[in-house]
C-alpha cells in the first residue's frame, strides 16, 4: 500500500518569514495530493490539493509543487501569520485510492 | 448548511460498555470514513464505505464495526470499550475517489 512521510515534525518561523513542509510517497499510483491544516481543538479543514498531471498549485499564500519523477510534494507558506500556526496533514492517494496520511507537522509561527 | 456531524462531542464511559458514535452527513457524498486520532498526531483509517450497504476495513478496525443502511449515516459501534479505546474519533465524507474527505468535528472518547 501507500506510505507517506512528512518532515518536519516541528517547525517554527517568524512572522512574515515561508514555512516548508514535505512529503515523499511510495506509490507511483498516487494521483491526488491533499493539505490539511488542523488548529488545536478542531477538525482537519482542506486547504490546497494537486492532481499529479499538475506540477505546482497556488491559493494566495499558500502553493504546492508536485515532482512525480521524485515522488515527493510540498507546502509553500509565505508571509506566514501567527493564524497560519497549527498541525499540517500531507497525503496521498495509492492504488487502492484510499488516502493516506503523514504523520503531520506542528507548525509555530513566532511573532 | 451542507455539514457532517457527530454526536456525542465528549463521552466518558467505563470498560466493558457497548458504546455507538453517530455520524450523519447532509454533503450528498457516497463516501464516508472513521479515523481515529490522538491530538494532533496522525490520523489512523478504521473503517470506510462506498456507499449504502457496502463497508470495509481499515488499520485499526478489528475492535470495532460500522453499518450503511442509509446513504447520510455512517455510525461506529465498539462492542466492548477498553481504555486503550480513548481517542478522538473523526467522521469523514468525500464525493468520490481520489478527492479531498470533509471532517465532522470529532468525537473525543474516554474510557475508564
Known amino acids: 500500500g501507500e506510505n507517506v512521510e512528512q518532515h518536519p515534525s516541528t517547525l517554527s518561523v517568524q512572522e512574515g518569514d515561508s514555512a516548508v513542509i514535505k512529503c515523499t510517497y511510495s506509490d507511483s499510483a498516487s494521483n491526488y495530493f491533499p493539505w490539511y491544516k488542523q488548529e488545536l481543538g478542531k477538525r482537519p479543514q482542506l486547504i490546497i490539493d494537486?492532481?499529479?498531471?499538475?506540477g505546482e498549485k497556488k491559493d494566495q499564500r499558500i502553493a504546492v509543487t508536485l515532482n512525480k519523477t521524485a515522488k515527493h510534494f510540498s507546502l509553500h507558506i509565505t508571509e506566514t501569520q501567527p493564524e497560519d500556526s497549527a498541525v499540517y496533514f500531507c497525503?496521498?492517494?495509492?492504488?487502492?485510492?484510499?488516502?493516506?496520511f503523514g504523520s503531520g507537522t506542528q507548525l509555530t509561527v513566532l511573532p | 448548511e451542507a455539514d457532517i456531524y457527530q454526536t456525542p462531542r465528549y463521552l466518558v464511559i467505563g470498560t466493558g460498555k457497548k458504546i455507538t458514535l453517530e455520524c450523519s452527513q447532509t454533503m450528498g457524498h457516497d463516501k464516508m470514513y472513521w479515523y481515529q486520532q490522538d491530538p494532533g498526531m496522525e490520523l489512523h483509517l478504521i473503517h470506510y464505505?462506498?456507499?449504502?450497504?457496502?463497508?470495509e476495513k481499515g488499520d485499526l478496525s478489528s475492535e470495532s464495526t460500522v453499518s450503511r443502511i442509509r446513504t447520510e449515516h455512517f455510525p461506529l459501534t465498539l462492542e466492548s470499550a477498553r481504555p486503550s479505546h480513548t481517542s478522538q474519533y473523526l467522521c469523514?465524507?468525500?464525493?468520490?475517489?481520489?478527492?479531498?474527505?470533509?471532517f465532522g468535528s470529532g468525537t473525543q472518547l474516554s474510557v475508564l
Open positions: 469523514a465524507s468525500s464525493p468520490g475517489p481520489a478527492t479531498g474527505l470533509f
Open positions: 497525503a496521498g492517494t495509492g492504488s487502492a485510492r484510499q488516502l493516506t
Open positions: 464505505s462506498y456507499g449504502v450497504n457496502s463497508t
Open positions: 494537486i492532481r499529479s498531471n499538475v
